[in-house]
């Protein structure tokens, strides 16, 4: 068989059902291979011929003049059979089939897809799908995507796998609208007819773009591979995993979206982290831990610290580290000395640390700069959770930015509240320095224990 790496680094595209009609997907697709970088040439097919913004379309494959390495197909579920059959004897090394209508709609569409299947198997062509978006390959400008813009194409180093159609191309869009979350491959995985989670699991783990390993599954259908290939990855590379259909009726949905079939879900999270995976409860975790182990550097220990302007956030957020099995930190006689520089009070200078009301003495800078700078060179606390609330003028995070840069020993998250300008103005600035900021800080008590696990599991190897 054909193996990936040479299906992701494809060098010519052929987009088959490429439509004379600028606002169909297939020519869609074309303007945007054209406009987002990909330097390989692209060849429209289209049975009647003709042209589409001013690219001409070909009749067939046999009359595209240069070799295919990767085919998108881009029509119903009927010729596909046919038209993998054609890349077969054209020697092409993958294809991507977007339509819905095979497995997961009933006996006809199963039909076709064990045809295809068969195909494939026959000539070792690579297929993906059907029902998906499809490919991302940041380091070369390759999309199948017609939904890609020229920004999902900025190289970066989250690998995601996604096992649903649309899911893959919504989400790198939004990941991509972040400062710091920039894709470096992205595989829509579909209904797995050929290509599964274990394929693209494997490749990723031994991309050297990639750092950090997102997946969205509804079903493992290799279960002990997969196992096998996720304990070889996380010695790489942490793998971060987003499981759909963990409930009856979520499984119901599961099998009529991507022909997905069931497994008990306690049986999988153990499995899961016997092989060292870790798995989020949502695409906000999701995104979150991305972010905590891309932006920061892992935890040395199961201390936090926590600052506050808001008592209710970090009673909040100190239940939720009770939860995850960690430890609120107790300050050293030197940080609580230097504390008491800028906090007047010494309850409101134990562990939460509490800005209200001596920043309205000292100014909002020297307060937080002193006390973060306190904790960050205090070795009874192996990481910050910084909740403030968003000041206008994101400039007033300038210094605690610097000090962070300087000190980068511990992850130090933040969470904002506030008016949504200020908020957003503040959260663009922190994260364009690389600096995770949170909706709540519960959920960066979340990312902590996700990354002191890895940690815990890095160390052990």
Known sequence: MVNLEEVLGAKSVAVIGASRDPSKPGAMLLEVLRNTGFKGPVAGINPQGGSVNGLKLYRSLEEVPFQIDLAVMLIPPRFVPQAVSACAEKGVKGVVISAEGFAEAGPEGARIQDEVYRILRSCGMRGFGPNTLGLVNTSTGLTTSYFATARMLQPGSVGFAAQSGIFVGALLRYLSSMEGLRLSKGI????????????????????TQTRIIGMYLEDVREGRRFLETARRAVEKKPVVLLKGATTPQGAMASSSHTASLAVEDRVMDGALKQAGVIRVQSIEELISSLKGFLSMPLPKGDKIAFVTYSGAQAILSIDQAARQ???VARFSESTLLRLSQVIATEAKAANPVDLFP???????????????????????????????????????????VELIRERNTKPVFFSLLGAKEHLEACRDFLEGHGIPCFAYPETAVKVI??????ASLSEAA
């Open 188 to 207: 829509g995985l579909g209904n797995k007819m050929d290509v599964n989670e274990c394929d693209a699991l494997e490749y990723l783990s031994s991309d």
């Open 325 to 327: 099995g960690l430890q």
């Open 358 to 400: 001596d920043m309205m003495v000292h100014g909002f800078q020297r307060t937080s700069t002193t006390i973060l700078e306190a904790l960050l060179e205090d070795d009874g606390v192996h990481s910050v959770v910084f909740i403030s609330f968003a000041v206008e003028g994101p400039e007033s995070y300038g210094p605690l």
């Open 449 to 454: 224990s996700h990354m002191l696990r890895y």
